[in-house]
């Protein structure tokens, strides 16, 4: 199985400008979350989907952050319009039963 | 509401060495529990998860935590530290049935060769 994919794994960018980041889960898992690690907030849970219906998008920071996921196989975050306080590792995780399988992350820098 | 405390940090340990990683949980009823470790520049790997049933859980690389329901415990614990266990390490607690996995805010831990 070739796990949780992410991509990309580094993305520098400017203020202001939009930021999309992509999330394949690993194949029969029906529910996907994406989390933002910080080193002064940890591991926040931003979205969860379940069956690819948002259930709770209620940890995403404000209306700059969107979140899709059209097929049971891909997931995209969208920051739009990026600052530098959105700089943080972006984590998809995909789950079937209760245990949750991390990608490794997107790094994002805002400058 | 559920929550999650890893009292500790930083841990430097000597190879060779014993390990106890802390976490202690609040939660009205038995919750699943999940011990998961991130190497720099990696995604969270699970190490073990507790759901019910023998409070001794073993894990993959060595690793085992016990859960103790009076003291609302699931420590990790490793009888000898290789350096490649140098990582950080975060304990989760999951509401049975649901989606909420709330994790520790992480124990980094150091091991001295």
């Known amino acids: 199985d070739a796990g949780v994919i992410q991509s990309p794994r580094h993305e520098v960018t400017e203020m202001g400008q939009e930021v999309t980041l992509r999330c394949k889960p690993i194949?029969?898992?029906?529910?996907l979350f994406w989390y933002r690690q910080t080193m002064m907030r940890g591991l926040e849970l931003l979205i969860y989907?379940?069956?690819?219906?948002?259930?709770?998008d209620s940890g995403m920071p404000e209306d700059r952050f969107s979140a899709k996921m059209p097929n049971a196989s891909f997931s995209t975050l969208k920051i739009q319009p990026s600052e530098p306080r959105d700089s943080a590792v972006y984590f998809c995780?995909?789950?079937?039963?209760?245990?949750?399988?991390f990608g490794e992350g997107s790094r994002l820098t805002v400058l | 509401a559920q929550s999650v405390t890893q009292p500790d940090i930083h841990i430097t340990v000597s190879e060779g060495a014993s390990l106890e990683l802390r976490c202690n949980y609040s939660?009205?009823?038995?919750?699943?529990l999940f011990w998961y470790v991130q190497s720099p520049g990696q995604g969270l790997q699970l190490l073990l998860k507790y759901f019910s049933g023998d409070t001794l859980v073993q894990g993959i690389k060595g690793f085992e935590a016990e859960f103790k329901r009076s003291q609302s415990s699931f420590n990790l614990r490793k009888p000898s530290v290789h350096w490649s266990d140098a990582a950080e390490y975060f304990c989760a607690v999951g509401a049975p049935g649901t989606y909420k996995y709330i994790f520790g805010t992480g124990t980094r831990l150091k091991v001295l060769a």
């Open positions: 995780a995909s789950s079937s039963f209760e245990e949750l399988f």
């Open positions: 194949s029969g898992h029906n529910s």
């Open positions: 989907f379940n069956n690819n219906v948002p259930i709770d």
């Open positions: 939660y009205g009823a038995t919750p699943y």
